[in-house]
Every structure is written in structure tokens, then in C-alpha cells.
């Protein structure tokens, strides 16, 4: 299923996040080992850069343990 370009406008407009970086978030949790810690400090990345959130060494650690051991739902 694509999405239109006035799609990816309205959610740029909304969140100020580009549809570049929305396809490859999208991308790499479609096509990402995400039991690889590299592709999960990429996510966790894009993440905190698109949300504006800094997520510290420590933060990134648990979060990368708990996909990891499957301790996330």
C-alpha cells in the first residue's frame, strides 16, 4: 500500500518529521533484526531525533536488554 505525498505533507506539517525519515524509520523496523543491537540503537536513534527526547547510554542499555531477552510485549 503506498501513501500519497499530501499524506506525508499533513503528517510533516503535524509532527515536523519528513517522510525520508518516516520511510526509513519504517525501513529498518520492517527489515531489521531487532534482536541486533546495532539495529536497535539506529531505531532508538531515529527515534530520539524525531521525538526531540534524548535517551542517555543508560536508558539505551535497558531498552536494547529488554527487546533483546524479549521482556517487551
Given amino acids: 500500500m503506498g501513501f500519497s505525498d499530501g499524506f506525508f505533507k499533513k503528517i510533516e506539517k503535524k509532527t515536523k518529521v519528513d517522510k525520508d525519515t518516516i520511510i526509513s524509520l519504517a525501513n529498518k523496523l520492517q ?3 531487532m534482536k541486533n543491537e546495532e539495529t536497535l540503537k ?3 536513534g531515529t527515534l530520539s ?3 526531540g527526547r534524548t535517551v542517555s ?3 539505551q542499555e535497558k ?3 529488554a527487546v533483546v531477552n524479549d521482556k517487551v510485549p
Fill in 31 to 33: 527489515n531489521g533484526n
Fill in 42 to 44: 539506529e531505531v532508538i
Fill in 49 to 51: 531525533e524525531m521525538t
Fill in 57 to 59: 547510554k543508560e536508558q
Fill in 63 to 65: 531498552i536494547i536488554n
